[in-house]
Structures are given as structure tokens and as C-alpha cells.
């Protein structure tokens, strides 16, 4: 019992490869969403970045445009703009004679870089003062694409030396303050005179990157495992609970049968009526009594009302409606069969409660008695005839007060009466009057002499002369 208990039912079996699947695949989907989402995490960093650079860089350089430029020390990290020598104001010096040179906006820009020691921000134009700040093959085409397609930004993921980097191109239109040095190019107000390319590079932020993306996948066949050793677990629990199902199912159907086996063959009439009226079950014995199948009452619950007599059907409605807590009830009742024969039954029936307590209705058996009904009833007519013959008997028992001179008797009032009076009362006996040998004799000696005497002369009692 106890292996089979805990051994993966055949269900459980067809299933738990799905389940394993649907497991991995929910931990692959959710690495890879992660992933994208570190993914796009990263560029937005990145790009938010090189977007800060450029407002920087914009944000001195509009400033040295605003004021003109301002004057440097010259020196070897500061000589002269060779391509401000057409400006008279490039070169100015101290009080004190010390040499200073003008710096304009993308002179600044480019002096910045070289202080940083890298270009980040790189000003390029496809007419360049200085030739230095021609544009790559990538800037063309960004510069081309902005001009093509009159945006003021773009940006793309790619390499440098075979360096991953994130390359920023913002336009450049022609301003007031850029006339100055711009205007013999033919550039007016508005005209895409070039751009700022910033190049960030991606080393660090990627190799950070790359750490949390070994982190989150640590983390996530952790969880894998600890979900799939739950899976198995809990596939055990669920064979174990199937099989537990599978056990009770097999009892109940082996229950059921017994049950069927003996409510189908029972002699009596059985039936289980539910707490809403309505017949739960009906033993196929009901035709052989009633002459009606057991599907004829399930189908219809007026059935058993029609067939009932209905002197017999108010105390058998009565019990029926009764609370669930009346223990159990019997009653005699007629009904006519389907063949129109008239039959008596004894019912009797108990409340019916699950294993929670929860009342599911009355359980009832129904017995043919009409013989015994009939023989009893047959009885009971004799017994009422024979009552009926007895108290017409009347007998004297007893004692009988009687007087010993008068032979008067005294009834229970207390009153004497004659003898043939107090019999008349107390039976059914009736008298007739004569007289006996010795009270003629005594009476009338004249007319009846005792027979050892001799005949004497009759003579009229009524005569006085006899007297």
C-alpha cells in the first residue's frame, strides 16, 4: 500500500514532462526578457549620456559664441588659430606684454578634447575651415540623413577599432554669431553648416553589464533548480493524492456496487428522497408493488401522490414534510397498482446525514402487508361481531343478598324486590307463573289433597258457608 501510495500515477507520468517543459521555458522567457530589458536599460544610460556630453558642450559653446570668444595665454597647448588670421582681433596681449590669442567656440571645443585626452565631442562640417574636422564615413552619412530627412539627431550602436561605442550626431544650423567666421562659406541663417558627433565609449558599461547579466543568470538557474526540485515534490504529493483519489474511487464504486447489489435485489420497496423532495433513488423492486418503473417516479414526483389513496395520503404527506430531526417514522398506507389493484403497504423511514453532519434527506422502505392488513382487518370484524354477541349476554356472579323469610332480594340501591324482578333486570330470562304439588296443597287442600289422604269434599274456597 505504501509504495503504491507514493509512486507517480499514470496521469502524473503523462504530465510531468510538460510541466518540466513549461518550467524551463518559463525560466528561458523570463531570462531573456530580462536581458532585453538590461539591454535597453544600457542604451538609454548610454544614450542619456552622450545626450548630457552635448548639452555640455552646446551649453559653453553658445556661451564663448554669446560673448564673442575670450583670450587665452598663448602657449604650446594654446597657439594661435591659424584659421582666424583674416580676424584682426585674434592676437592681443597684457599690461604686462604676455601674449594672448582669441578662442572661439569649436576652437574651445577641440582644445577641451585634447585636454581630456580623447575626442568625445568632435565638430565636423562637409565645408570644414580645418581640414581636420572633415567627417568620417559614418558622419557623412549622418550628416547626409539629417539634411535627407530634416532631423536634428541621431545616434547608433557601433564599433571603433573594433571598440563597441555609442555615436552621437547632432546638427548645427547657422546662427548670428556664427556669421563671423562663417559667412565668406556662403552660410546664412538656419543652414545646416554641420554638426557634433559625440563618441562615448561602451567598454566599462558593457563589462558592467555583462557582470549583471552572469548575476541574473546565477540568480535564474537558482530558481530553476529550486522550482524544479518543487515540481518533483509536488508531482510525489500529487501522485500520492491521485492514487489516495484513485483508492477512494475504488472503494466508493465497490461500496456502490454492494450497495446496488443489495437496494436493486431487496423485496421491499427502497428509496432515498433528497431534502428538496425530489427522488434520489428508487429500487427497481417499486414495479413488482406498484406496477411503475423506478425512472417513472424519478421523472416524476407527483407519481407517488397519485397511486397513494388519498384517505391514506394525509398522514403520509404529513411525516414526509416532518423536520429532519424526527429519528425515524412508520405508517400504514393503500395504493392503487398501474393494474388497478388495491394493496397496502408499511412504511417506514429514517433522516439521512454525509459524514460532515449535513442532512441529505429520508431513506424510506416500503413493505407489502395486504395479506396480513386483510387477515387483521377480517379479525377485528370478528372480534367487534363476538363484542357485539357478548353484550347481549348477561349473567349474575356473585354474591346475592337475599331475605331468608320473604326470599326478597336487595338490589345495589338498597331495595328489596321479588325474586323473578331482580332476575328479569339482571339477565335476559323470562318468567312464567304457575304452582307447584305442595303449594296447591297447602293453598287449595280441598282441590289437591297429598296423595296418602283420602278424597275430601270439594268445596268453593269462596263460600261462606264453607267457612
Not at 3 to 17: A, E, M, N, T
Not at 89 to 107: A, E, F, M, N, V
Not at 207 to 215: A, D, G, I, Q
Amino acid at each position: 500500500m505504501g509504495k503504491g501510495l507514493f509512486s507517480l500515477s499514470p496521469q502524473v507520468k503523462k504530465i510531468s514532462p510538460i510541466i518540466h517543459l513549461g518550467w524551463l521555458l518559463i525560466t528561458l522567457a523570463s531570462i531573456w526578457i530580462n536581458h532585453y530589458y538590461s539591454l535597453q536599460e544600457l542604451e538609454q544610460t548610454a544614450l542619456a549620456q552622450a545626450q548630457a556630453i552635448y548639452q555640455r558642450d552646446t551649453a559653453y559653446r553658445y556661451w564663448t559664441a554669446s560673448v564673442g570668444g575670450v583670450y587665452a595665454p598663448v602657449s604650446p597647448q594654446t597657439p594661435p588659430n591659424p584659421y582666424l588670421a583674416h580676424r584682426p582681433d585674434r592676437d592681443q596681449s597684457k599690461r604686462d606684454g604676455t601674449p594672448l590669442t582669441l578662442i572661439i567656440p569649436s576652437y574651445l571645443t577641440r582644445l577641451v578634447n585634447t585636454f581630456q585626452g580623447r575626442a568625445v565631442t568632435h565638430l565636423t562640417s562637409l565645408k570644414p575651415l580645418r581640414p581636420e574636422n572633415g567627417p568620417d564615413a559614418w558622419e557623412r552619412a549622418a550628416l547626409e540623413r539629417l539634411e535627407q530627412d530634416n532631423l536634428s539627431e541621431f545616434f547608433e550602436f557601433t564599433t571603433i577599432g573594433n571598440e563597441p561605442y555609442l555615436r552621437l550626431f547632432h546638427s548645427v544650423r547657422t546662427e548670428v554669431t556664427c556669421l563671423k567666421c562663417h559667412a565668406k562659406q556662403g552660410y546664412k541663417v538656419g543652414d545646416l553648416r554641420g554638426g557634433m558627433a559625440v563618441a562615448l565609449p561602451l567598454g566599462e558599461m558593457l563589462t558592467l553589464h555583462e557582470k549583471t547579466v552572469t548575476t541574473m543568470l546565477s540568480l535564474h538557474l537558482l530558481i530553476y533548480l529550486i522550482g524544479a526540485a518543487l515540481l518533483v515534490w509536488g508531482q510525489r504529493l500529487l501522485g500520492r493524492r491521485v492514487r489516495e483519489r484513485d483508492l477512494a474511487i475504488e472503494a466508493l464504486e465497490e461500496s456502490e456496487k454492494n450497495f446496488r447489489t443489495v437496494a436493486d435485489f431487496a423485496y421491499a420497496w427502497e428509496y432515498w428522497r433528497g431534502p428538496d423532495g425530489e427522488m434520489r433513488y428508487v429500487s427497481p423492486s417499486v414495479k413488482d408493488l406498484t406496477g411503475y418503473g423506478p425512472d417513472r417516479f424519478m421523472a416524476d414526483p407527483g407519481l407517488f401522490k397519485s397511486i397513494v389513496f388519498e384517505d391514506d395520503w394525509g398522514n403520509l404527506h404529513k411525516h414526509m414534510n416532518m423536520e429532519q430531526q424526527q429519528a425515524s417514522y412508520s405508517v400504514d398506507f393503500r395504493l392503487r397498482t398501474g393494474a388497478g389493484e388495491i394493496r397496502w403497504l408499511h412504511h417506514i423511514c429514517r433522516p439521512v446525514y454525509d459524514r460532515n453532519g449535513v442532512f441529505q434527506g429520508r431513506r424510506a422502505s416500503n413493505y407489502e402487508i395486504t395479506e396480513e392488513k386483510l387477515a387483521k382487518l377480517h379479525n377485528e370484524e370478528l372480534i367487534d361481531k363476538l363484542s357485539e354477541a357478548l353484550e347481549k349476554v348477561k349473567t349474575l356472579r356473585g354474591f346475592i343478598p337475599i331475605c331468608a323469610g320473604c326470599k326478597k332480594i336487595r338490589d345495589d340501591k338498597g331495595y328489596w324486590s321479588q325474586v323473578e324482578l331482580y332476575i328479569s333486570q339482571h339477565s335476559e330470562a323470562v318468567f312464567s307463573h304457575g304452582i307447584g304439588p305442595d303449594c296447591a296443597h297447602r293453598l287449595y287442600p280441598e282441590f289437591y289433597p297429598r296423595p296418602d289422604e283420602g278424597p275430601t269434599k270439594k268445596t268453593d274456597p269462596t263460600d261462606p258457608a264453607a267457612k
